[in-house]
């Protein structure tokens, strides 16, 4: 099956600098590769996407990026927010039905 | 709309007691899936549904069964509950497969003693 490796697990910033989160993906057949944030409590929500036939995509201050050469894909956060924080999973698709999820990435922004 | 909504919120069980989780979705939404989500672990798929009447595992289905019975309700059962089944237990559901946005409940805090 997939496998999706995230890092970093951990991730602290200050109030405006810009946070990267990296995800490498295995199986090279994987063509959709979503963002989601939980915040405490709450289930995961998606905040960006990517497809196989994209190499960037950038919503406001929020950017993902996909090379499918090295399985790799980024997610971008510029001019960081106290409440962009959060846990962030990346996934993978496997198959036509399902997600492959990282292991999520803890993001503190302190103002 | 509700979106997606789970029941019960938290529960304590004991070891070999059974129980259901319920979700339900009102976005008319064909497939759903069951997630768990332990401290390090991320999200892992425990079951899923690709319509009425239909399942199929996922990463770790031992220990649980579902069924889909009704297009809007997708059941997570639990036959005899063990230590290792506490966890926080996710719903999603989406329009199709997985190249579709999936909307998730607001999870079940499962713990058992």
């Known amino acids: 099956g997939e496998n999706v490796e995230q890092h970093p697990s951990t991730l602290s910033v200050q109030e405006g600098d810009s946070a990267v989160i990296k995800c490498t993906y295995s199986?090279?057949?994987?063509?959709?590769f979503p963002w989601y944030k939980q915040e405490l409590g709450k289930g995961p929500q998606l905040i960006i996407d990517?497809?196989?036939?994209?190499g960037e995509k950038k919503d406001q201050r929020i950017a993902v990026t996909l090379n499918k050469t090295a399985k790799h894909f980024s997610l971008h956060i510029t001019e960081t927010q106290p409440e962009d924080s959060a846990v962030y999973f990346c996934a993978a698709s496997w198959g036509y039905s399902t997600l492959t999820f990282g292991k999520g990435t803890m993001l503190l922004v302190s103002p | 709309n509700a979106g997606v909504t789970q029941t019960p919120k938290f529960r304590v069980l004991k070891t070999g007691q059974s129980m259901t989780l319920l979700c339900a979705q009102d976005?008319?939404?064909?497939?759903m899936y069951w997630y768990r989500q332990d401290p390090g672990m991320g999200l892992r798929l425990i079951h899923y549904s690709v319509g009425e009447g239909t399942t199929a595992k996922g990463e770790v289905p031992d220990g649980y069964n579902v069924s889909r019975l009704k297009k809007q309700n997708f059941l997570l059962g639990l036959e005899s509950a063990a230590p290792s089944q506490t966890s926080v237990y996710f719903c999603?559901?989406?329009?199709?497969?997985?190249?579709?946005?999936?909307?998730f409940g607001p999870g079940t805090r499962l713990t058992v003693t």
């Open positions: 990517i497809r196989s036939n994209v």
């Open positions: 999603a559901s989406s329009w199709s497969g997985a190249s579709y946005e999936q909307y």
């Open positions: 976005m008319n939404h064909e497939y």
């Open positions: 199986d090279s057949a994987s063509n959709y």
